[in-house]
């Protein structure tokens, strides 16, 4: 068992930053594929950066501009984001499973998720 909890999401102009955070508990951090996934209303929910071990995968339409890092003894996920565009409002979630397959989907077979966080990006 994971809980997760999404901080940092707030309202910024577009070409501004904003850090993610999502601390975990409950398990061992360290043993989980990560990731972020956000979802605006009355569209698909949408993977944006996953990491395991280092090893980080983006859609393209976040390369260049966000990181995910993660920090194991804190147990807190990260995402980084740059450059914020208009496109980039959503709620955020943080996602946890120990089977990374999951996390390159829709994430419908996810088995941990945050509550999620409001990113805003105005132009």
């Known amino acids: 068992q994971v809980q997760l909890v999404e901080s940092g999401g707030t309202s910024v102009q577009a070409g501004g930053s904003l850090r993610l955070s999502c601390a975990a508990s409950g398990s061992t951090f360290s043993t989980y594929c990560l990731g972020w996934f956000r979802q605006t209303p009355g569209k698909a929910r949408e993977g944006v950066a996953m990491?395991?071990?280092?090893?980080?995968y983006y859609i393209d339409s976040v390369k260049g501009r966000f990181t995910i890092s993660q920090d194991n003894a804190k147990n807190t996920l990260y995402l980084q984001m740059n450059s914020l565009k208009p496109e980039d409002t959503a709620t955020y979630y943080c996602?946890?499973?120990?089977?990374?397959?999951?996390?390159?989907?829709?994430?419908?077979?996810?088995?941990?998720w945050g509550q999620g966080t409001q990113v805003t990006v105005s132009s």
């Open positions: 996602a946890a499973d120990l089977l990374c397959w999951s996390l390159y989907s829709d994430g419908a077979a996810v088995d941990y």
């Open positions: 990491i395991k071990t280092g090893s980080t």
